[in-house]
């Protein structure tokens, strides 16, 4: 889908009409751009919630054992 510009400009021979047709290459590139950051952004406060929250759950008994081992894991490769 491609949109047009149109720029009508009035001389004093006439009426000119000019029609623009946007660039899909570079509008593509730019919204590829975007989508990817705010991927990036959006992953990273998931994964940062999930973090947080697991980290809260080492004190139920059941999975307690195994988030503690995966949060030391995390710690002791992160450093």
């Keep these: 889908?491609?949109?047009?510009?149109?720029?009508?400009?009035?001389?004093k021979e006439g009426v000119e009409l000019h029609v623009?047709?946007?660039?899909p290459l570079v509008r593509g590139f730019i919204s590829?751009?975007?989508?990817?950051?705010?991927?990036?952004?959006?992953?990273?406060?998931?994964?940062g919630f999930l973090i947080f929250f697991l980290g809260h759950l080492d004190t139920v008994p059941i999975v307690g054992k195994?988030?503690?081992e995966?949060?030391?894991?995390?710690?002791?490769?992160?450093?």
């Design 66 to 68: 195994y988030i503690s």
């Design 32 to 47: 590829g751009i975007v989508v990817g950051v705010g991927s990036a952004i959006g992953a990273t406060f998931v994964f």
């Design 1 to 11: 889908m491609t949109s047009n510009i149109v720029k009508i400009e009035t001389t």
């Design 70 to 79: 995966i949060i030391n894991y995390v710690q002791q490769t992160s450093h």
């Design 20 to 23: 623009i047709q946007e660039r």
